[in-house]
T-cell receptor, first 118, second 117 residues
């Protein structure tokens, strides 16, 4: 079975340019997460979806970041305009367990999208 | 505030040696703790989950323990191999009170282990 698929793996852009990341979770996984991970740090949540509903976007910088999961399957994370501080790895993860599991489910991560903003 | 602290931040050991990684948490209410292994350039992969009833688990050369009284978990690696070189991240979920089924996952910063020949 295919794992979580993310694209692109690497992206280099100049500041103020837009960028988008795509994630296809494991089939049947209703919960989808987007995380940002800086070098030497643990992942930080940007947004969590239960099906197509964004149930936790409190850490998403909404002035420049947006995300969607229109059909409750794949998801897109967009940054516009990008800033130097956005350079990081953007990780997508999915879980077969929903909110009632209280976060106890295993997260399955993609390989990540490494963004470099010049 | 929920926190997960890992130590050491980084560790270099010779191949074949043992090591122990620590995770201290202040998360309430506590239900479980999960260890992930993250190879360089890859996403984290779950190693094991620790709960009140399953507070010692072994998987090959990896043994994880949980002490709920002191709020500590350890990951012990025996006879280390080059392939053990990775970051090891500790994650603890906690229920939030903003709505039914709300929760947050608190991630540690990880311990970067380097095994050298």
């Amino acid at each position: 079975e295919a794992g979580v698929v993310q694209s692109p793996r690497y992206k280099i852009i100049e500041k103020k340019q837009p960028v988008a990341f795509w994630c296809n979770p494991i089939s049947g996984h209703n919960t989808l997460y987007w995380y940002r991970q800086n070098l030497g740090q643990g992942p930080e949540l940007l947004i969590r979806y239960e099906n197509e509903e964004a149930v936790d976007d409190s850490q998403l910088p909404k002035d420049r970041f947006s995300a969607e999961r229109l059909k409750g399957v794949d998801s897109t994370l967009k940054i516009q305009p990008a800033e130097l501080g956005d350079s990081a790895v953007y990780l997508c993860a999915s879980s077969p367990l929903g909110r009632l599991a209280g976060g106890s489910g295993e997260l399955f991560f993609g390989e990540g999208s490494r963004l470099t903003v010049l | 505030k929920n926190q997960v602290e890992q130590s050491p931040q980084s560790l270099i050991i010779l191949e074949g040696k043992n090591c122990t990684l620590q995770c201290n948490y202040t998360v309430s209410p506590f239900s479980n703790l999960r260890w992930y292994k993250q190879d360089t350039g890859r996403g984290p992969v779950s190693l094991t989950i620790m709960t009140f009833s399953e507070n010692t688990k072994s998987n090959g050369r990896y043994t994880a323990t949980l002490d709920a009284d002191t709020k500590q978990s350890s990951l012990h690696i025996t006879a280390s191999q080059l392939s053990d070189s990775a970051s090891y991240i500790c994650v603890v979920p906690s229920l939030a009170y903003s709505g039914a089924g709300s929760y947050q996952l608190t991630f540690g910063k990880g311990t970067k282990l380097s095994v050298i020949p």
